[in-house]
């Protein structure tokens, strides 16, 4: 797995080789076939907040909230519409004989930038390192920056926007949205 090598600017170079291929793929470019999950659905699902909250926003933290809220129309704006991963991240990369290989995936129509967020977030719990979760963001970003040729800010938005419908996914289903939260909080505050 991916999140097996030590080094992570090696880890975030090769992550974005995958990424590269992915979205230059052949299936890539199929957005009009049936089944697949539409990013905007997934989305919509920050509408539920404040209902669920009598209008507050419970544990997500209604700054970032509306944050997010407020980007998201020009985040989705963008007209690089890919089939991706949807969960592409550092367990769901893979070294086999052929290179590497992405498993797992969701099937997400939406703009290809979405495929930042999940990556951003791994490997899971990784803020228990301290200060150097900011370092390891910062890096991550100008690398992604480099090599997908997508400003910082629209790399940072997608990994906030991301971070914060985790902790609603993880509201829903009853678990803590600390770990997200905190990532969405890192994310938002760097330029």
Avoid at 49 to 71: A, H, M, N, Q
Wanted: proline share 4%; glycine share 8%.
């Amino acid at each position: 797995m991916l999140a097996e090598i030590e080094d992570d600017d090696e880890r975030t170079h090769i992550a974005a080789d995958v990424m590269i291929s992915s979205c230059a793929a052949p299936w890539a470019q199929a957005l009009h076939s049936n089944g697949f999950i539409k990013l905007s659905d997934w989305f919509d699902g920050l509408k539920k907040i404040r209902p669920r909250f009598d209008g507050g926003t419970g544990p997500i933290e209604k700054e970032l909230l509306e944050r997010v809220e407020s980007f998201l129309p020009e985040l989705f704006a963008d007209q690089d519409i890919k089939l991706m991963h949807g969960d592409f991240h550092h367990y769901n990369i893979l070294r086999s004989e052929r290179g590497w290989l992405v498993i797992d995936p969701k099937g997400v129509i939406g703009p290809a930038g979405y495929e930042i967020g999940p990556f951003m977030l791994n490997p899971w719990n990784s803020l228990s390192d301290g200060s150097s979760f900011q370092i390891k963001t910062e890096r991550r970003v100008s690398i992604l920056s480099e090599r997908l040729g997508w400003e910082r800010r629209k790399i940072l938005n997608w990994a906030t926007a991301h971070a914060v419908l985790s902790a609603w996914w993880s509201v829903e289903d009853n678990m803590d949205s600390g770990y997200s939260m905190q990532c969405a909080k890192i994310f938002s505050e760097l330029k």
